[in-house]
């Protein structure tokens, strides 16, 4: 299924069979702020773990993810409102 892989300018995402969430580069990748700035291998996203995710893009500078109840994830740069949180900010956000 090509939605559970995707590959944006400096990092990338999986999405295992079990439905947990991968992803490793640079920036943005979702582990939150006290983790590494880069990560040279596939790390789990430990604050989605009891998610069961379906599907995954990456851009630029920002991430998107579903799960398959249907919630929406996003976190990284808000920037021309790729986040839809409705403001243009760097943002780190989940719905």
């Not at 069979?17 to 990748?29: D, F, H, V, Y």
């Amino acid at each position: 299924m090509h939605d559970r892989v995707s590959a944006g300018r400096e990092s990338s995402a999986a999405v295992d069979e079990a439905g947990g969430l991968w992803t490793w580069g640079s920036r943005n990748l979702g582990h939150g702020p006290d983790e590494p700035y880069q990560r040279n291998r596939p790390a789990q996203i430990k604050s989605l773990k009891s998610q069961r995710m379906c599907l995954v893009s990456v851009g630029g500078f920002h991430m998107l993810a579903t799960t398959h109840s249907g919630k929406l994830y996003a976190w990284g740069r808000g920037y021309d409102g790729a986040l839809g949180l409705g403001n243009l900010g760097n943002n780190v956000a989940y719905h």
